[in-house]
C-alpha cells in the first residue's frame, strides 16, 4: 500500500461514531470511547480484569471476572467515575453497576 493510499483510510470508530449518531442520543456515541480510555482511566491491573460491557442513563454496566473483583471495585466506584469522566471530558457516568462476565481484548 503506498502513501497515497494510506491517507484515505479512515478509523472504524469514526465509521461507526458516525453511523451510530443517527440513531443513539449523543451521549451514548460519545461513550464509545470508553474502549480508547479504559485503561487509562482504571489503571492496568482493573482492566485486565473488567470490561466496559454496555452503557444507558448515566450507568456503565461492566463485566468483571470474579465476584472478588466486583467486591473490590464497589470500593473504588466513585474514584473510578470521576477517572473516567475525566478522560472522557464529559460527566457521562453516573453509576457503575458490576456483573460477572467475559473479560474480552
Known amino acids: 500500500m503506498d ?5 484515505n483510510l479512515i478509523h472504524i ?8 449518531g443517527k440513531f443513539r442520543p449523543a ?3 460519545w461513550m464509545m470511547r470508553i474502549w480508547d480510555i479504559w485503561e487509562a482511566a482504571v489503571g492496568k ?10 452503557f444507558k442513563d448515566g450507568i456503565l454496566i461492566v463485566n468483571v471476572s ?3 473483583w466486583i467486591h473490590q471495585l464497589t470500593f473504588l466506584e466513585k474514584e473510578m ?10 460527566p457521562l457516568v453516573k453509576k457503575i453497576r ?8
Open 66 to 68: 470474579s465476584s472478588t
Open 81 to 90: 467515575i470521576v477517572n473516567i469522566n475525566h478522560h472522557l471530558d464529559q
Open 45 to 54: 491491573p482493573i482492566s485486565m480484569n473488567a470490561k466496559p460491557d454496555s
Open 3 to 7: 502513501k497515497k493510499n494510506k491517507s
Open 13 to 20: 470508530s469514526d465509521i461507526l461514531n458516525s453511523a451510530l
Open 98 to 105: 458490576y456483573k460477572i462476565g467475559k473479560i474480552l481484548g
Open 27 to 29: 451521549q451514548d456515541t
